[in-house]
C-alpha cells in the first residue's frame, strides 16, 4: 500500500486507499450509531472500575469507598448443623448463595426420589405483589452414592435492586415423582438486602487492578 497523493512511474498522480481487514478479508472495525436519545447501557462493575480510577487519579493514598450490594440475611444453610435433617424432612434445601452485580447465584440440594425431576426458584423484588420463576440446573451427585443431587441457579439483578434497603426473596420448588416440595427457610423465605460495604484498598492494588481490566 502506498499513500496518499503518491506518484507513479508514469509520472501521474493517483490517489491510494489503505483498507485493514483480518485474515478473511472482513473488516477489523464495525461502526455502530446511536440516535441522540440513547443511553450506553454500561455494567455496574464497569462504572465501579471507572469510579476507581478516577479516585486514583485525584489521589496519592490509599482508596476508601462503598458499594452497594445485596448481602444474604441468613447464614449458608448447608453450614448449619441440622441442615441433613432438613433435607430428609423437605427434600429439598437450600446450600448457599453468592452474590455480585452481575446476579444472584445459588446451589440447591435434592434427594433423589426418581430420576426425573424439576427445581425451580421462585422469586420477587416486590415483596410477592409479583413473581418470576428461574430453572435450575443439574449439577451432579453430591456424593458417590447417588442418594443426592445438586442442582445450580442463577438470577438477574436489576439496577433497582442495587438501591439501599432493596429487597429480593426467594423460595425453592421440588415437583418429583408427582409430589411437589418446598424449601421457604421455615415458613419467613429467603431473602437479600441491598447494603453499603466499606472497602479498603491499596493504591498499588487499584493501578494493578485497572491495568488487568484494560
Known amino acids: 500500500a502506498g499513500a496518499p497523493g503518491a506518484v507513479c512511474r508514469r509520472g501521474c498522480s493517483r490517489q491510494l486507499r489503505v483498507r485493514f481487514a483480518d485474515a478473511l478479508g472482513l473488516e477489523l472495525a464495525q461502526v455502530k450509531v446511536f440516535n441522540a436519545g440513547d443511553d450506553p447501557a454500561v455494567p455496574l462493575h464497569v462504572l465501579s472500575r471507572l469510579a476507581i480510577n478516577a479516585d486514583l487519579c485525584c489521589s496519592s493514598e490509599d482508596l476508601e469507598f462503598t ?10 444453610p448447608v453450614e448449619a448443623a441440622d441442615f441433613g435433617e432438613r433435607l ?5 434445601c437450600l446450600e448457599r448463595v453468592t452474590c455480585s452485580d452481575l446476579g444472584i447465584c445459588g446451589t440447591v440440594r435434592v434427594r433423589n426420589v426418581a430420576f426425573e425431576k424439576q427445581v425451580a426458584v421462585r422469586y420477587t423484588f416486590s415483596g410477592w405483589r409479583s413473581a418470576h420463576e428461574a430453572t435450575a440446573r443439574w449439577r451432579g451427585s453430591a ?6 443431587d445438586v442442582f445450580a441457579f442463577s ?3 436489576p439496577p433497582f ?19 411437589e416440595h418446598w424449601d421457604n427457610n421455615n415458613g419467613h423465605d429467603y431473602s437479600l438486602t441491598c447494603r453499603s460495604h466499606a472497602l479498603h484498598m491499596p493504591r498499588g492494588e487499584c493501578e494493578e487492578s485497572w491495568i488487568h481490566f484494560i
Open 67 to 76: 458499594l452497594q450490594c445485596l448481602v444474604p440475611d441468613f447464614s449458608p
Open 143 to 148: 456424593d458417590v452414592t447417588g442418594t443426592e
Open 88 to 92: 430428609q424432612r423437605q427434600l429439598v
Open 155 to 157: 438470577l438477574p439483578v
Open 161 to 179: 435492586v442495587l438501591a439501599l434497603g432493596a429487597r429480593v426473596h426467594f423460595a425453592l420448588r421440588y415437583r418429583v415423582a408427582g409430589a
